[in-house]
């Protein structure tokens, strides 16, 4: 971090916040809750994922404010903040003395409790409650919220929304192939060089890691290590495989006399022959390279496992449509609805043309003919048929009628079926699970990396199970089209006041709620309790002092000093208890 003094990370406003306050006002009682999933990816969950304070008391709270602040001379660091106001706001703008005094109590007056990290958390239900020690520093509490809420709310979205993946290839495993072994490399971090800086991309890498194994973020293991308290040496926190990018490809290729083949060969008999190595495999054409590893099939399968007995080539496309990369074309398999060949034939005319309604895109509205195809019995029909437009234009469409006029066997192209088909029907093996699912040869596999969400993994896992695919057999690269795609609002993230005490003792309760708001803006009210209701996580606001401090919220930080000290495996090991 740049030698930037820690009283300057906030907002100008809360300079101002100071001088606003009522001098009988001895303590501000505040709270950081999820407000709403309006802006999240899926808004039918129920609980986001509770990460990063103890990295933000650390590094910020801890830290920061110990070696810009309180560990230099109280002169030096305040003439440096009067020149930097001055020049900032006018000369004499900001009043110094508040200042002076925190410096001369040589801490922050401070308590922060809160739930355990790891712990999911329902919506409106606070992970933290945040109120001054002291009573000459009230001004402190909210001071605070703007590097608060920078640091946390990230890796609380991060965390949510690795978690609903990592569910995500759970349910189609389970449903697929009976198991979740291997689920926690499905899920894979690809994320780094897309973040906004690199402190970005750690903090995010370590939230990753909490619902996978699998990550390319070097830099989140001893970011893990020594603000999580882990030991990369006896736990296993996340690992990756040896793998080639476009400039591998080019320059290997340019080597052997524009050979890929020859390149591909190399790669994974030569530089890597033994265990997992993946391959890129898009440079130039993508599916003439799959006809590489058709070709190469019993090469793959000599090569050596290592010490833990795999040995897998992976295979990485990198561009186009992840789906139809992976998954081919939407060919729908109609086996099962039809028990003879004269059935299919008869009915298809009408299953198409009802389709057609539904399927037509804008570019076919001009044309008297649509074309279909279809799977049945292992074998791939192209059925045209002819369409009678009652009436067609750019906005509406109507069919009076259509025609059967012809059904023709035919070999799909590679384009049609996709990697994961393409694969399974030419190497052979035709290996098929407890489940009935298809599933690919144990020394071949599929990465794809390359703008992936939750919409286009579920998509993608659709398509396989639709197609008699278990799920399992490709592994998800989630980057920056995932994580980066996120801002403080996509759960509402909020820093808000709740209740303030004066020099009488007396507390009064606070709470907003804008009329012009559709209710998401609208706070809790006074001090906070969370509680456990039938196993769930429940708000109950308007209580005590002496409610609020027996709570699921925790003391984690007192006066400058760390209180709770957890370490990564406990906060995974809570997340997915």
Known sequence: MLNIIAPFMTDSYKLSHHGFMDKSITKIYSNLTARSFKHFFKNDIEETVFFGLQSFIKLHLIDHWNKTFFSRPKEEVISEMKRTFDAYLGEGAVPLAHFEALHDLG??????????????????????????????????????????????????????????????????????????????????????????????????????????????????????????????????????????????????????GGNEYEAFIKWITVDYPTGLVSVVADTWDYWKFLGYVIDAKEIIKSREPNALGLSKVVIRPDSHDPVEIVCGHNIKDVTKEYVSYDQFVSRIA????????????????????????????????????????????????????????????????????????????????????????????????????????????????ERLEAKGFASTSVVFGFGSYSAQFVTRDTLGMAVKATALQLNTGAWVELFKDPITDDGMKKSAKGLLKVEKVDGKLVLKDQVSWEESQNSELRPVFRDGKLLVDDSFVEIRNRLWS
């Open 107 to 256: 801490y922050l007056p401070i308590e922060i409790r809160a739930l355990p990290e790891g712990t999911r958390v329902p919506v409106k239900v606070p992970y933290l409650t945040i109120y001054n020690t002291h009573d000459d520093f009230a001004w402190v509490t909210n001071y605070l919220e703007t590097i608060m809420s920078t640091e946390v709310w990230k890796m609380i979205t991060t965390a949510t929304s690795v978690y609903e993946n990592r569910k995500l290839v759970n349910e189609y495993a389970l449903k697929t192939t009976g198991s979740l072994a291997g689920t926690e490399f499905q899920v894979h971090d690809f994320c780094l060089r897309g973040m906004s800086g690199i402190e970005d991309g750690i903090k995010q890498g370590a939230a990753f890691l909490l619902s996978s194994n699998g990550t390319d973020n070097i830099p989140a293991l001893p970011f893990i290590e020594q603000i999580y308290n882990g030991d990369i040496t006896k736990e296993f926190i996340g690992t990756s495989i040896p793998a080639t990018e476009h400039s591998i490809a080019c320059s290997t290729t340019a080597l052997m």
């Open 350 to 461: 009408d299953k198409v043309g009802c389709e057609v309604v539904e399927e037509t895109s804008q570019d076919e509205l001009d044309q008297d003919f649509i074309v279909r195809s279809y799977k049945y019995k292992g074998k791939y029909y192209r059925v045209t048929v002819s369409i009678y437009w009652d009436c067609c234009d750019k906005q509406h469409y109507f069919v009076d009628g259509c025609n059967l006029e012809s059904i023709e066997e035919y070999n799909p192209s590679i384009e049609e079926l996709g990697t994961i088909e393409y694969l399974w029907e030419n190497l052979g093996e035709h290996e098929v699970n407890d489940k009935g699912y298809k599933v690919l040869p144990s020394y071949i596999g599929v990465i794809y990396g390359d703008g992936i969400n939750y919409k286009v993994a579920k998509e993608i896992l």
